[in-house]
């Protein structure tokens, strides 16, 4: 199936204003914000530059990103910064995948509290694995750990989960020696599942308690604590989902994963087929199901897709992605030191992490990273746009030139 050149920022255009006036005081400030970040993006709103090729003499006009971090065009450049820094961090042992994912109960009443519970889901997935890591009947060993939370699934329904990468072992108690995993088993999945449930079972319990926690419809009983309760009671006795995928291949299957991870939002322009009088029409993949049939495609009316894709604004501060254990951010350049010490290795060689993105910090000043479109040359930047200004034409001699 061709892709389309359909953006989440056209769809936003052409329907948000009226998405905004019939939701008014149902749409948060955050939620706003990035509605209005994703309309500027990359247009003359936020500004840009002209640039000539210097070859050529052709014109190019580039304008300005949002940076939002829920904009689908402008996580390629921060994806890439990031995995250059974690690129210099790997260590040349197997890696782990893990994912932990909360029942439907529990998702729910985190689209009201957001903060509190995606905090609270993020640190109990990690102290569940350090704790169990740590505990001699399993590794015996401290392990650094990068977590990343999504809160959708392909049809951008509210779905909280997080995405972990463990390195296949950890430091000694005393840090005098690296204890490797099996082969191909890191920790027993059901034991993680148990301890999983009783830490956020009692986070919850002591949320509730401290007035953190707000309920509205449905939901609005739950503010008292014998109704709270009785909601907990039958997720004490259900398994939870946790589970472990196959150990990487190596440091750089490590990457390759990370950088579909990182910097996802909800759903990607790519996903996007059409915008028509039926709705928007996008690419899905049933999870539940195996073979081709697996990816198929979905209409959802405008406002509903706009609704879908606003529920994963995340609040503001919430960090998405988070280290811990070895790879906190207090300890980890020394924790990374220690164990490639004790590897006899060193450090990795950081490649060509900056090659070619608009965004790319070590291009030369005044000189676009982006080849000319028309001969491959180097782009120079000959006029910065002010926001909400267009290009000036160019003068006559340089469009008799070119």
């Known amino acids: ?4 050149h359909l953006e989440v920022a056209d769809i936003f255009r052409a329907h948000g204003a009226a998405y905004r006036s019939t939701n008014k005081g149902h749409i948060s400030l ?4 990035v509605m209005n970040a994703v309309e500027r993006c990359r247009t003359a709103a936020l500004g840009g530059h002209v640039a000539r090729c ?5 014109d190019h006009i580039s304008y300005n990103s949002c940076r939002n971090r829920h904009c689908p065009k402008c996580q390629a450049g921060a994806a890439k910064a990031w995995l250059a820094a974690r690129e210099a961090e790997l260590l040349p042992v197997r890696y782990f ?3 932990f994912t909360l029942p439907k109960p529990i998702a729910d009443i985190a689209h009201q509290n957001k903060r509190e519970i ?5 640190r109990a997935s990690a102290d569940t694995v350090v704790r169990i890591a740590a505990d001699p009947k399993h590794l015996g060993a401290r392990v650094g750990i990068t977590s990343v939370l999504h809160t959708w699934g392909s049809a951008m329904m509210h779905h909280p989960h997080v995405h972990m990468i463990v390195p296949g072992g950890g430091l000694s ?4 020696e ?3 995993c099996r082969r191909n088993f890191f920790l027993s999945v059901r034991v993680l599942s148990r301890l999983y449930r009783r830490l956020i079972l009692d986070g919850l319990v002591k949320l509730h308690k401290a007035g953190k926690l707000q309920f509205y419809g449905d939901h609005a009983d739950m503010l008292e604590r014998d109704a709270f309760d009785a909601f907990l009671q039958p997720l004490r006795k259900i398994d939870w989902v946790v589970y472990a995928k196959e150990p990487f291949a190596g440091p750089k299957a490590v990457l390759a ?4 991870y990182t910097h996802r939002v909800a759903i990607s322009n790519s996903r996007l087929i059409r915008m028509d009088d039926r709705g928007i029409t996008f690419r899905v993949k049933d999870y539940r199901v195996t073979g081709p049939k697996r990816h198929t495609t979905m209409t959802l009316a405008t406002d509903e897709f706009i609704r879908r894709f606003l529920i994963h604004v995340l609040p503001r501060g919430q960090h998405r992605i988070r280290h811990y254990g070895l790879f906190g951010n207090g300890i980890r350049a020394a924790s990374i030191a220690t164990v490639r010490s004790l590897l006899g290795t060193g450090r990795p060689d950081p490649g060509h992490a900056h090659d070619g993105t608009p965004d790319d910090a070590d291009a030369p000043a005044r000189v676009l990273a982006l080849p000319c479109p028309c001969c491959g040359g180097r782009l120079i930047i000959v006029e910065t746009i002010a926001p909400e200004q267009h290009p000036r034409a160019p003068p006559e001699t340089a469009r008799a030139a070119a």
């Open 54 to 58: 210097e070859d050529c003499g052709h």
């Open 30 to 33: 955050d939620q706003l914000k």
């Open 257 to 260: 994963y990370l950088s579909r």
């Open 173 to 176: 108690a005393d840090g005098t």
């Open 118 to 122: 995606y905090n609270l889901l993020m």
């Open 178 to 180: 690296w204890i490797d």
């Open 97 to 99: 995948h893990l994912v």
């Open 1 to 4: 199936m061709p892709r389309s």
